[in-house]
């Protein structure tokens, strides 16, 4: 008897810990302080500043790239990517892959790319990293 409380207390650890991994992943959270825009998706964070900021535009699709970390699922995906031509490092934080994405570089050569879940809310974002 007490083994299977010790399992089903196991278990329900498993569950509860894949739900929380899950709610901190399901979305890009993303704010704007004075200084920088910052955008989180679980374990993976992205600080940039504006003044370091060198373009934002929009593209259809992403380019080839390999994952270095990070998952993919249904529209979703995210994580460190690297590009197949430059072998650079990409971040990417994509909630919708049919939606178009913003394409932000900064730091002269470093891309990320980002779309939320609501075209509205991806298009106010896009002009609110234009206007910054």
């Given at each position: 008897?007490k083994?299977?409380?010790f399992?089903n207390?196991v278990v329900i650890?498993?569950?509860v810990?894949?739900?929380?991994?899950f709610?901190?992943?399901?979305?890009?959270?993303?704010t704007?302080?004075?200084?920088h825009?910052q955008?989180?998706?679980?374990i993976?964070k992205?600080?940039?500043?504006?003044s370091?900021?060198?373009?934002v535009?929009w593209v259809?699709k992403?380019?080839?790239m390999?994952?270095?970390s990070g998952f993919?699922w249904?529209t979703?995906?995210?994580?460190?990517?690297?590009?197949?031509l430059?072998?650079?490092?990409v971040?990417?934080?994509v909630?919708?892959l049919k939606?178009?994405k913003i394409?932000?570089?900064h730091?002269d050569?470093?891309?990320?790319?980002?779309?939320?879940?609501?075209?509205i809310?991806?298009?106010?974002l896009?002009?609110?990293?234009?206007?910054e």
């Amino acid at each position: 008897m007490k083994k299977n409380l010790f399992w089903n207390g196991v278990v329900i650890f498993t569950l509860v810990i894949c739900v929380f991994a899950f709610v901190l992943h399901y979305k890009n959270w993303t704010t704007f302080e004075e200084d920088h825009f910052q955008v989180v998706s679980g374990i993976y964070k992205q600080r940039i500043p504006f003044s370091e900021i060198d373009s934002v535009s929009w593209v259809e699709k992403l380019p080839k790239m390999e994952r270095k970390s990070g998952f993919s699922w249904l529209t979703k995906e995210k994580g460190i990517f690297k590009d197949s031509l430059s072998n650079a490092e990409v971040s990417v934080f994509v909630d919708d892959l049919k939606q178009p994405k913003i394409r932000l570089l900064h730091h002269d050569s470093l891309l990320l790319y980002i779309n939320l879940s609501d075209s509205i809310q991806s298009h106010l974002l896009f002009q609110d990293l234009v206007k910054e």
